[in-house]
């Protein structure tokens, strides 16, 4: 009996559970330059938020529409990134200087990247004006 029991257990290394996306960052602009960013506390799936590894500015140019979040997230070029251990914890505020950003108008969205390399949901919209204003 003990020698069933033992023998049809599953073999090898624990399978981890897959990570769930973080929710989005609340992101403000703070002048012509600067974002104010909330990094997010929660996952998708509700749980508490750890291990945030980085934070990552992603640009488009202007077209003829407003994109949408995940328009510019799968479009879009990464133009800043900020890694750890020069991130705060998860609910607190992060602020981003993108005085050295040179792209013609578009618009910008933040993500904040799990352990893992783990995007989340990307920030809601925001415009990029031109450098030379």
């Known amino acids: ?8 257990g599953r073999r090898g290394d624990p399978i981890p559970r897959p990570r769930a996306t973080a ?10 330059r600067r974002l104010r960013v909330v990094l997010p506390s929660r996952d998708t799936q509700g ?26 997230f799968s479009k879009g070029e990464v133009v800043l990134e900020r890694r750890r251990p ?27 990247v799990r352990l893992g390399n783990v995007p989340g949901q990307p920030s809601e919209v925001l415009p990029w004006l031109d450098p030379a204003i």
């Open 23 to 32: 929710q989005a960052p609340e992101v403000r602009l703070e002048g012509l």
């Open 86 to 112: 020069d991130l705060p914890g998860p609910g607190q505020t992060l602020v981003l200087d993108l005085r050295s950003l040179q792209r013609p108008q578009g618009w910008i969205v933040v993500v904040a």
């Open 47 to 72: 749980g508490d938020l750890v291990g945030i590894e980085q934070v990552r500015v992603l640009y488009l140019p202007l077209g003829l529409t407003k994109p949408t979040p995940e328009e510019i």
């Open 1 to 8: 009996m003990c020698l069933v029991t033992i023998a049809c």
